[in-house]
Nanobody, 115 residues
């Protein structure tokens, strides 16, 4: 059974920081691109960042460039998202995803940024 479990969400003031972590179990994702998505109320789910298996090809959505950093540890099967300079508009449920065609998803973790 494949499982992705996110942690690290919470409430933070604008300008603050949070670090999200995603732990994969049941299958190794060391050869898979991993990513973080988010979905705000009333909006579609959108890609925030993704990282390839070696960690040397990284994509960031324009709205997080310079503020968020994605990283992975293949020895622990984890992928993290360091979020700095958070804005009110970053408020959303954040999801970890992996596997071919993003076939596996976590349950999501709420990030709320107060203005």
């Amino acid at each position: 059974q494949v499982q992705l479990v996110e942690s690290g969400g919470g409430l933070v003031q604008a300008g603050g920081s949070l670090r999200l972590s995603c732990a994969a179990s049941g299958r190794t994702f060391t050869s898979s691109t991993m990513g973080w998505f988010r979905q705000a109320p009333g909006k579609e789910r959108e890609l925030v960042a993704r990282i390839n298996w070696r960690g040397d090809r990284i994509y960031y959505a324009d709205f997080v460039k310079g503020r968020f950093t994605i990283s992975r540890d293949n020895t622990k099967n984890t992928v993290d998202l360091q979020m700095n300079s958070l804005k009110f508009e970053d408020t959303a449920v954040y999801y970890c995803a992996g596997g071919n065609n993003w076939g596996y998803w976590g349950q999501g973790t709420q990030v709320t940024v107060s203005s």
